[in-house]
C-alpha cells in the first residue's frame, strides 16, 4: 500500500505563503487522480484540490485563484502552492487519491496562519 508523506507546513502570518509537498512511500498511480485535504479542529476531513493525471486542476471556491496544486510523477509527488492565506485556512492538511475515503491517511501537515 503507498504511503503519504506531507511536509511543508508551519506557522504563517496571514496573507504569507507555504508550499506543502507530500512524498509517496510506493509509486504513484501516473492514471490516478490525487488531491490535497484539509481537516480543521471539530469539521470534518474536505477535499481542497485535485489534479488529474492530465494535470486537470480542481479547487473549491475559497481556495480558488490563492491555491496551486501540481504532481510530479517522476518523483511520486504532490505539491500545494498556498498564496494569501488567511486564517480560515489553519487545518491539518493531507494528501492522498483524490477520491479516498478510507481510514489510511498519513500524519498530515498543521498550517496556522495567525498573526
Known amino acids: 500500500q503507498v504511503q503519504f508523506v506531507e511536509s511543508g507546513g508551519g506557522l504563517v502570518q496571514p496573507g504569507g505563503s507555504l508550499r506543502l509537498s507530500c512524498a509517496a512511500s510506493?509509486?504513484?498511480?501516473?492514471?490516478?487522480?490525487m488531491g490535497w485535504f484539509r481537516q480543521a479542529p471539530g469539521q470534518q476531513r474536505e477535499l481542497v484540490a485535485s489534479?488529474?493525471?492530465?494535470?486537470?486542476?480542481n479547487y473549491i471556491d475559497s481556495v480558488k485563484g490563492r491555491f496551486t496544486i501540481s504532481r510530479d510523477n517522476a518523483k511520486n509527488t504532490v505539491y500545494l502552492q498556498m498564496n494569501s492565506l488567511n486564517p480560515e485556512d489553519t487545518a491539518v492538511y493531507y494528501c492522498?487519491?483524490?477520491?479516498?475515503?478510507?481510514?489510511?491517511w498519513g500524519q498530515g501537515t498543521q498550517v496556522t496562519v495567525s498573526s
Open positions: 510506493g509509486r504513484i498511480l501516473s492514471i490516478a487522480t
Open positions: 489534479i488529474s493525471s492530465r494535470m486537470s486542476t
Open positions: 492522498n487519491y483524490a477520491s479516498y475515503s478510507g481510514p489510511y
